[in-house]
Antibody, heavy 119, light 110 residues
């Protein structure tokens, strides 16, 4: 059974960098059959795609966040990471990592981690 | 504003049939399959329907979905109290080369 687990600070100050990791168990981030994505959900609101990454490091980011986002994979730790720079209160959200299938759907999700941006 | 348009709310009584619509454009639903996610309160979204009308293992047959042109719809037949949740449609967008979501529909079982 594939499991994903997000981790990182629950509080980040404005203008600083939000950094999260997602540890995958029961599967490998190196698999060529899947790729990996980050999605966020502001409290009480809908889902927003942040970006995705393949096992070879190729990636694509949401244009609305592209200038501030970096997603990477660490195959030795079976993890993916998210860095979001220059955060503001608008970046307060639950951040999810998920596995993407070739059918372009998300079949496994992490439980999500709430990150608040506040001084 | 979400790229895909869903009604913000829907409701029904136990046993009823409920449908939720999702409107997109040629670059997303019009060119690709639609997916649906169910989000129970306080939990992560769960894949409910993929490739427009396919149910993952474990999803009850009372959930079905279809697509026509640039719109998709989710139907729940024989509504149950445990179906009370938020439902999101999604599709790959060729212009974005990434997924887009609807704003979500909050389903209330009366």
């Amino acid at each position: 059974q594939v499991q994903l687990q997000e981790a990182g600070p629950g509080l980040v100050k404005p203008s600083e960098t939000l950094s999260l990791t997602c540890t995958v168990s029961g599967g490998s981030v190196s698999s060529v059959s899947y790729f990996w994505t980050w999605i966020r959900q502001p409290p009480g609101k809908g889902l927003e795609w942040i970006g995705y990454i393949f096992n070879n490091g190729n990636h694509n980011y949401n244009p609305s966040l592209k200038s501030r986002v970096t997603i990477s994979v660490d195959t030795s730790k079976n993890q993916l990471s998210l860095n979001l720079t220059s955060v503001t209160a608008a970046d307060t959200a639950i951040y999810y990592c998920a596995r993407v299938r070739v059918t372009r759907d998300f079949d496994y999700w992490g439980q999500g981690t709430l990150v608040a941006v506040s001084s | 504003q979400s790229v895909l348009t869903q009604p913000p709310s829907a409701s029904g009584t136990p046993g009823q049939r409920v449908t939720i619509s999702c409107s997109g454009s040629i670059s997303n639903i019009g060119s690709n399959t639609a997916n649906w996610y169910q989000q129970l309160p306080g939990t992560a979204p769960k894949l409910l329907i993929y490739s427009t009308n396919q149910r993952p293992s474990g999803v009850p047959a009372r959930f079905s979905a279809s697509k026509s042109g640039t719109s998709a719809s989710l139907a729940i037949i024989g509504l149950q109290s445990e179906d009370e949740a938020d439902y999101y449609c999604a599709a790959w967008d060729d212009s974005l080369n990434g997924p887009v979501f609807g704003g979500g529909t909050k389903l209330t079982v009366l």
